[in-house]
Nanobody
Framework: QVQVVESGGGLVQPGGSLRLSCAAS????????MGWYRQAPGKQRELVAA???????NYADSVKGRFTISRDNVKNMVYLQMNSLKPEDTAVYYC????????WGQGTQVTVSS
């Protein structure tokens, strides 16, 4: 069994910053990739940032230059540093871990509002 848990969401003003953390735990032999997705009300879940199986990174065009994904492979953790936040970044952010199948966290709310 694998558990994925996010933390670090909250309310922030436009232009502010937040750092999300995600920990994968349980019976883990190999994590292929980990990444962050988000879902705003009335919209489909979308990729925000993720590591590729080759070790590179993918970012949504809307967050390039503002968000940075990083990881700690020893701890099976992945982070998302979000700077220059905009109201349109408001969403529930989900962590994804790809092992033999996809595992998702419960999500953490990020609200950008003045």
């Amino acid at each position: 069994q694998v558990q994925v848990v996010e933390s670090g969401g909250g309310l922030v003003q436009p232009g502010g910053s937040l750092r999300l953390s995600c920990a994968a735990s349980g019976t883990i032999f190999t994590i292929n990739t980990m990444g962050w997705y988000r879902q705003a009300p009335g919209k489909q879940r979308e990729l925000v940032a993720a590591f590729t199986s080759g070790g590179g990174t993918n970012y949504a065009d809307s967050v390039k230059g503002r968000f940075t994904i990083s990881r700690d492979n020893v701890k099976n953790m992945v982070y998302l540093q979000m700077n220059s936040l905009k109201p349109e970044d408001t969403a529930v952010y989900y962590c994804n871990a790809k092992l033999t199948r996809d595992y998702w966290g419960q999500g953490t709310q990020v609200t950008v509002s003045s």
